[in-house]
């Protein structure tokens, strides 16, 4: 099994930055995908941006521009760096992992999820 544990959430007027970090643990081995997925009171869970094992990466057309994912693997790591927040951004955040070397932002090809962390982004 694969342990996935958010950290960063909080509360940031708008305009400001907040940085997600998920740390990854067990068969870490075996997760080729990290992806950041977010949802919304009243909303569906949406895939905000994924990486995969070979580097490539994709993003919500909402967050291009001022999200970067990035990840350390020596640290088995995943970041999300968030500029120039909006309240529309404000949501509970989660990771998640994949099996596939794949850059995707979809549920479906996610297996592990973390128990999120919460962002709250002020007018």
């Known amino acids: 099994q694969v342990h996935l544990v958010e950290s960063g959430g909080g509360s940031v007027q708008a305009g400001g930055s907040l940085r997600l970090s998920c740390a990854a643990s067990?068969?870490?081995?075996?997760?080729?995908?990290l992806g950041w997925f977010r949802q919304a009171p009243g909303k569906e869970r949406e895939g905000v941006a994924g990486i995969a094992s070979d580097g490539r990466i994709r993003y919500a057309d909402s967050v291009k521009g001022r999200f970067t994912i990035s990840k350390d693997n020596a640290k088995n790591t995943v970041y999300l760096q968030m500029n120039s927040l909006k309240p529309e951004d404000t949501a509970m955040y989660y990771c998640?992992?994949?099996?596939?070397?794949?850059?995707?932002?979809?549920?479906?090809?996610?297996?592990?999820w973390g128990q999120g962390t919460e962002v709250t982004v002020s007018s």
């Open positions: 998640a992992g994949g099996l596939w070397t794949v850059p995707s932002i979809s549920n479906d090809d996610y297996r592990y």
């Open positions: 067990g068969m870490t081995a075996l997760i080729k995908l």
